[in-house]
């Protein structure tokens, strides 16, 4: 059975940082991308980020570019996603998924529990306060 389960989320101030980790198992670890996509009220997905594990290519949108860094810890199975100087526009739950497939499909997600991705952890809250 295929879990993801995400941790490190909180309340933050303006500024501030936090580092969600997410823990993968059941699936061959190396041959996935593991994304963070997050969701915040009235608003659609955003895939915020994506490592591709074999080949550590990494992936972010714009509105996080500088300010987030994914990595992962293999011999964990586990993927962290350190947010710094976040902001009030970064409040939403945080949803880690992995996915296998061209690399670039993983760029858009329309859809949470959706494609690009096959499985997903359950989120994490994630709120700054201004």
């Known amino acids: 059975e295929v879990h993801l389960v995400e941790s490190g989320g909180g309340l933050v101030q303006t500024g501030g940082s936090l580092r969600l980790s997410c823990a993968v198992s059941?699936?061959?670890?190396?041959?996935?991308?593991i994304g963070w996509v997050r969701r915040a009220p009235a608003k659609e997905p955003e895939g915020v980020s994506y490592?591709?594990?074999?080949?550590?290519?990494?992936h972010y949108a714009a509105s996080v570019k500088g300010r987030f860094t994914i990595s992962s810890d293999n011999a964990k199975n586990t993927v962290y996603l350190q947010m710094d100087n976040l902001k009030p526009d970064d409040t939403a739950v945080y949803y880690c998924?992995?996915?296998?497939?061209?690399?670039?499909?993983?760029?858009?997600?329309?859809?949470?529990?959706?494609?690009?991705?096959?499985?997903w952890g359950r989120g994490t809250q994630v709120t700054v306060s201004s």
């Open positions: 998924a992995a996915g296998a497939g061209p690399i670039h499909d993983f760029d858009y997600v329309p859809k949470l529990f959706d494609s690009p991705y096959e499985y």
């Open positions: 490592l591709e594990i074999q080949t550590t290519t990494t």
């Open positions: 059941g699936i061959a670890f190396a041959d996935y991308i």
